[in-house]
């Protein structure tokens, strides 16, 4: 059963970049599509980007599009979020979530609806 981590989060000034990372140890995350959640204080959870595992295809919220990039680097098992360009609105803890049951980003990517594993959370704090 495929178990998520998030690592990366942190405390970084607006303009800022974090890069986080989803890991699932001695597990291969390439035949999963993972999406990025994140959920801020008292408002609902965010779809911020998908990645599928077919074709490596990516999906952005567009409050994070040209300042986040969802990547595989090369070694299987990560996920990464790199995020530049913070802003105090981007300040929640980060989720990563595998759908297990298809190849590509569905069409609902960034609601919690096609995923079956979630990991616990890092969180970014964006704040001078």
């Known amino acids: 059963q495929v178990q998520l981590v998030e690592s990366g989060g942190g405390l970084v000034q607006p303009g800022g970049s974090l890069r986080l990372s989803c890991a699932a140890a001695?597990?291969?995350?390439?035949?999963?599509?993972i999406a990025w959640f994140r959920q801020a204080p008292g408002k609902e959870r965010e779809g911020v980007a998908c990645?599928?595992?077919?074709?490596?295809?990516?999906y952005y919220a567009d409050s994070v599009k040209g300042r986040f990039t969802i990547s595989r680097p090369n070694d299987k098992f990560t996920v990464s979020l790199q995020m530049n360009d913070l802003k105090s609105e981007d300040t929640a803890d980060y989720y990563c979530?595998?759908?297990?049951?298809?190849?590509?980003?569905?069409?609902?990517?960034?609601?919690?609806?096609?995923?079956?594993?979630w990991g616990q959370g890092t969180r970014v704090t964006v704040s001078s």
């Open positions: 990645i599928s595992s077919s074709d490596d295809s990516t």
């Open positions: 979530a595998a759908d297990v049951t298809y190849w590509l980003c569905t069409s609902d990517w960034a609601t919690a609806e096609p995923y079956e594993r």
């Open positions: 001695a597990h291969s995350l390439d035949y999963y599509v």
